[in-house]
């Protein structure tokens, strides 16, 4: 770059020790040289070398600078223009300029249609500019380049610029300035359209923030129906955001639900209540309060029957969800039945980002074919897992992709399938890191967890379980009852017989209070395996009574077979009674059931046994 030595031989040392093998500082410091001759003194910093570069420029060019980095680190002719009032010509002549002295780049191609596309050259040049402007001269650029950038059309596209500039705006104004109103309004709606962009790009983090930034706005609204009804919308946006986020049992969404609520109780009409009614049915129904949650479906229920088909479809989205989870087997799978009916993707996908943060009709294909693994047709739950997951993938929402993948391992496991779970839910642990799901990847995790205990890899399992049980309390207490329950026959199989009396203790307290849960007979039987290994034959019997007598009552027939066939064992094996229960039971699983509790209760059973109960 130079072709002759332009420092003092003395200088060197110092000048060495100040690049500090930064390449970016020799390189100003040479440019600095090329357009200004010797320097009578050394610049300290990078920055000071950069702020000086911008000093020697006109005053035109480096207001040029300084417009261009309000808008970022890539701007346009046209916010130019906007910012500072500058013709398009006139800036491209003067940037011409600056990209021979290398402090911009010209695109080849401009992201904007219609427009010429700059770039500063690198991002602390652009970083310096910004930091001349006066701040009182901030405010002003920031919301000319907000109204430039909604000049252009679907503001909803580009909330995240035009959130960023007003709230830059809002930050650079004085509280009392008189547009001040004018400023907040257009900030709040920014932030708005900013979270609903970023939920449907599943980046439900920046989602939380904009609408807790919008939230915060409210209390300088003036107060009335109005602010009311827009920070309940804001609310239960948020709440769908931290759906995915923390689970759909996260204490954080039903504060936001009951806010809404709150809000609208007395001025809204019922329907846009219907949101936050459905909200709050599954955060009741995934702490296992069934109570409420199955009264706030009767409630959508009962809006929907005068609603439109997308209000039917919510209504039978809560409850096909609440039902599965209560052990009401039947009416979860004619309640997806119906759903599926009603559901259209272009019509009905859309509504993921009002409900629940995942597709209804995926949601209906995934839930109903896990009901279907526990009434045992295990063929057909597998197959429908499949068809959620084909379903899910033209929908490009990650968060709607999760639900079908993350629970495929789940089906598996109730089929007794631990090679298939271990690659389904591997499958489905490799989009952890694109997407925040805790809840989702949560349960991935555990049946990965039972997977490899199953297969001999008993440390790494218990690992994997035990981090998805501190990830499900946090998200869900129904779900974190199967982890740990699963978590206690693990450490039982192995022997462990008090680790696993803690996680039977934890599970148990966990969901006493729940009146009816659909894992409930699973729980008894591995207390009455415990029991067993204790040698009280006669209390683990009577508990896999109750497990069989519950699950017969969920119509859960694959965890009563389980049940039955814990029964059926030594020391009771041959006891006629028993296997003419578990003969009973069988009866009830389809011909192409593919289960190891199948196979197991037919060869237990034999060809000579009785298979109905007298």
């Known amino acids: 770059m130079l072709k002759e030595p332009v420092v003092a031989c003395e200088a060197h040392e110092a000048l060495l020790a100040?690049?500090?093998?930064?390449?970016?500082?020799?390189?100003?410091?040479?440019?600095?040289?090329?357009?200004?001759?010797?320097?009578?003194?050394?610049?300290?910093?990078?920055?000071?070398?950069?702020?000086?570069?911008?000093?020697?420029?006109?005053?035109?060019?480096?207001?040029l600078l300084q417009d261009a980095a309000v808008v970022g680190k890539v701007f346009w002719l046209g916010a130019l223009e906007a910012i500072g009032g500058i013709s398009r010509r006139d800036a491209d002549e003067l940037l011409q300029m600056l990209v021979r002295r290398e402090f911009v780049q010209r695109a080849r191609r401009s992201s904007l249609a219609g427009d010429t596309e700059y770039a500063f050259r690198h991002d602390l040049l652009r970083d310096v500019a910004y930091d001349e402007i006066p701040r009182a001269g901030r405010a002003e650029r920031h919301r000319r380049a907000a109204e430039w950038i909604y000049s252009l059309g679907r503001p909803e596209d580009y909330g995240e610029l035009l959130a960023h500039h007003y709230l830059a705006a809002l930050d650079c104004t004085s509280a009392t300035a008189e547009d001040v109103t004018i400023l907040v309004e257009r900030t709040?709606?920014?932030?708005?359209?900013?979270?609903?962009?970023?939920?449907?790009?599943?980046?439900?983090?920046?989602?939380?923030?904009?609408?807790?930034?919008?939230?915060?706005l409210m209390a300088r609204f003036p107060e009335g129906e109005e602010r009311s009804r827009t920070e309940a919308e804001l609310q239960m946006q948020l709440g769908v955001a931290l759906f995915a986020l923390r689970g759909l049992g996260a204490p954080e969404a039903e504060q936001a639900y009951k806010r809404a609520t709150e809000l609208m109780m007395d001025t809204a009409p019922a329907a846009e209540q219907f949101p936050a009614h459905f909200g709050l049915s599954l955060y009741h129904g995934h702490r296992g309060d069934f109570d409420r949650s199955l009264r706030l479906v009767e409630r959508l229920g009962e809006l929907a029957a005068d609603g439109d088909d997308s209000m039917k479809l919510q209504a039978a989205h809560a409850r096909w969800m609440n039902s599965l989870f209560s052990g009401r087997i039947e009416d979860a799978i004619a309640a997806a039945e119906e759903g599926r009916a009603i559901y259209r993707p272009e019509s009905h996908h859309p509504l993921s980002f009002v409900y629940g943060n995942h597709d209804a009709g995926v949601c209906a294909l995934t839930l109903q074919a896990l009901a279907l693994a526990l009434r045992g047709e295990s063929a057909r739950a597998v197959r429908q897992m499949h068809e959620a997951i084909a379903l899910s993938e033209p929908l490009g929402h990650a968060a709607t992709i999760a639900e079908p993948l993350t629970l495929l391992p789940w089906a598996l496991q109730i089929n007794g399938d631990a090679e298939g779970a271990l690659l389904a839910s591997e499958r489905a642990l490799a989009l952890e890191d694109d997407v925040v799901q805790p809840q989702f990847f949560g349960i991935a995790r555990t049946m990965r967890g039972w997977a490899l205990s199953c297969l001999r890899r008993e440390e790494e399992g218990v690992a994997e379980l035990e981090r998805a049980l501190a990830d499900e309390l946090r998200a869900s207490n129904i779900w974190a009852a199967v982890v740990g329950t699963l978590l206690a026959e693990v450490h039982l199989r192995r022997g462990r017989r008090d680790a696993a009396r803690d996680a039977l203790d934890h599970m148990v307290s966990l969901t006493r209070s729940m009146p009816r849960y659909f894992y409930e007979p699973e729980?008894?039987?591995?207390?009455?395996?415990?029991?067993?290994?204790?040698?009280?034959?006669?209390?683990?019997?009577?508990?896999?009574?109750?497990?069989?007598?519950?699950?017969?009552?969920?119509?859960?027939?694959?965890?009563?077979?389980?049940?039955?066939?814990?029964?059926?064992?030594?020391?009771?094996?041959?006891?006629?009674?028993?296997?003419?229960?578990?003969?009973?039971?069988?009866?009830?699983?389809?011909?192409?059931?593919?289960?190891?509790?199948?196979?197991?209760?037919?060869?237990?059973?034999?060809?000579?046994?009785?298979?109905?109960?007298?």
């Open 188 to 216: 709040a709606q920014a932030l708005h359209h900013a979270g609903l962009r970023a939920i449907r790009l599943s980046a439900n983090e920046r989602a939380v923030d904009y609408f807790s930034r919008a939230i915060a």
């Open 18 to 63: 100040r690049i500090g093998g930064n390449p970016l500082y020799a390189e100003q410091f040479c440019r600095m040289l090329v357009e200004h001759g010797r320097l009578e003194e050394l610049p300290e910093t990078l920055h000071g070398i950069l702020a000086a570069r911008l000093d020697a420029l006109a005053d035109v060019e480096k207001e």
């Open 523 to 614: 729980l008894l039987r591995v207390e009455a395996e415990w029991l067993r290994s204790s040698g009280q034959e006669g209390h683990a019997r009577r508990l896999l009574l109750r497990s069989i007598k519950t699950a017969r009552e969920h119509g859960s027939w694959a965890l009563a077979v389980r049940a039955a066939l814990a029964l059926a064992r030594p020391p009771a094996a041959g006891d006629q009674a028993d296997l003419r229960l578990l003969a009973d039971l069988y009866e009830r699983l389809p011909s192409d059931n593919d289960t190891d509790y199948g196979r197991e209760a037919k060869a237990l059973l034999g060809a000579g046994v009785a298979t109905t109960v007298p």
